[in-house]
């Protein structure tokens, strides 16, 4: 562990990509001592996926981006150096990241299945939810900054789901995610449609309301359906005969 953390604050100097690979290599070591060396690299794996589709679609929209970041027990994030010129560049690079991890945990399911390992289905399942998660209409998730393109009031939604959560399962990352959100929700209640620097950066076409909201609700309805069978199948494997 010593070791992995010189590592980590070395690469501060060799650059963005060993400090990238410095924190990845942090997180492995955290999470195998808890999970195993196996399940730490298949959930930091699909980390990866996830954050890499952001990082492919802000290059794709032209936004200087830094390389993925790992943080222990808060996942990971890359870094926008630039600010989206407009909501929808906003909502393209969000959802990349939610659309490359499932298809990546969809991956991983079905070779579970294959394998007939339980394992790769809790891996699987992680980044199922995972992805469900990050899609909670609340900015800063992914969630609320692909939402934002129809209204940044429709945060105020995800606000009963995030409070159920941590009454349900309370945790200092949902505690975090609260205490990030506090501004941005204070943003959409004073959030003026007609405000002229609000017209230039929300104004997009109905069509593209339209579509982004289709593909919000697609991709949060599979997910949902799909970790919730798949928290299912772990159950009967967990359940004694």
Known sequence: MKALLVLLLSGLKWGKLAASGGSMLLSLAIYATIWGW????????????HEMGHYVAARQRGLDVGAPAFIPFMGAFIA??????????????????PVVGTVAALAVYLWARSEDSGRLL????????????????????????????????????????????????????LLIVAILAAPQLLHAWRYDPHAPENIAYYGVPLQTKLEYGAAYLGLAALLAIMTY?????????ARPA
């Open 122 to 173: 809790a891996i699987a399942y992680s980044g199922l939810f995972l992805n469900l998660f990050n899609l909670l209409p609340v900015s800063p998730l992914d969630g609320g900054r692909v939402t934002a393109v129809l209204s940044p009031r429709i945060w105020f939604a995800g606000v009963p789901i995030l409070l159920a959560l941590m009454l349900y399962r309370p945790s200092p990352m």
């Open 38 to 49: 196996r399940y730490a690299a298949g959930f930091i794996a699909l980390l990866f996926a």
């Open 229 to 237: 069978d798949v928290h299912e199948m772990l159950s009967r494997i």
């Open 80 to 97: 926008l150096k630039d600010h989206p010129a407009d909501v929808e560049t906003e909502a393209y690079v969000a959802i990349a990241g």
